[in-house]
Nanobody, 124 residues
Framework: VQLQASGGGLVQAGGSLRLSCVYS????????MGWFRQALGKEREFVAA????????ISADSVKGRFTVNRVNALNTVYLKMNNLNSDDTALYSC??????????????????WGQGTLVTVSS
């Protein structure tokens, strides 16, 4: 299994980015997926997750109302749309495949495969 994240970059505060994560095979539609981020010198933190069907999502309080996670199973891809970015959103963003049910997706230990990450830098 491979996960390839892309879409990061440098953006001004208040701007938007959309991250993509491509899963390497057709089993993608069987798995819940999540996004995490890790800022320099900080621990990895949960951002958002989505169930296998795309019908249920959950997000961290810090990004609610600004970030949206969705997926297109036919494309083996999960997305993270990020609006109204601020400097606190600067981090390496990684997608991951969950091995846990939807009710338990906010901790990194519930994920078994990780992408390499894509860097998001927000300038103020």
């Amino acid at each position: 299994v491979q996960l390839q994240a892309s879409g990061g970059g440098l953006v001004q505060a208040g701007g938007s980015l959309r991250l993509s994560c491509v899963y390497s095979n057709r089993a993608f539609g069987n798995y819940n997926m999540g996004w995490f981020r890790q800022a320099l010198g900080k621990e990895r933190e949960f951002v958002a997750a989505i169930d296998w069907s795309g019908q249920r999502t959950i997000s961290a309080d810090s990004v609610k109302g600004r970030f949206t996670v969705n997926r297109v199973n036919a494309l083996n891809t999960v997305y993270l749309k990020m609006n109204n970015l601020n400097s606190d959103d600067t981090a390496l963003y990684s997608c991951a495949r969950a091995r846990a049910p939807f009710s338990d997706l906010t901790t990194s230990i519930q994920y078994d495969y990780w992408g390499q990450g894509t860097l998001v830098t927000v300038s103020s």
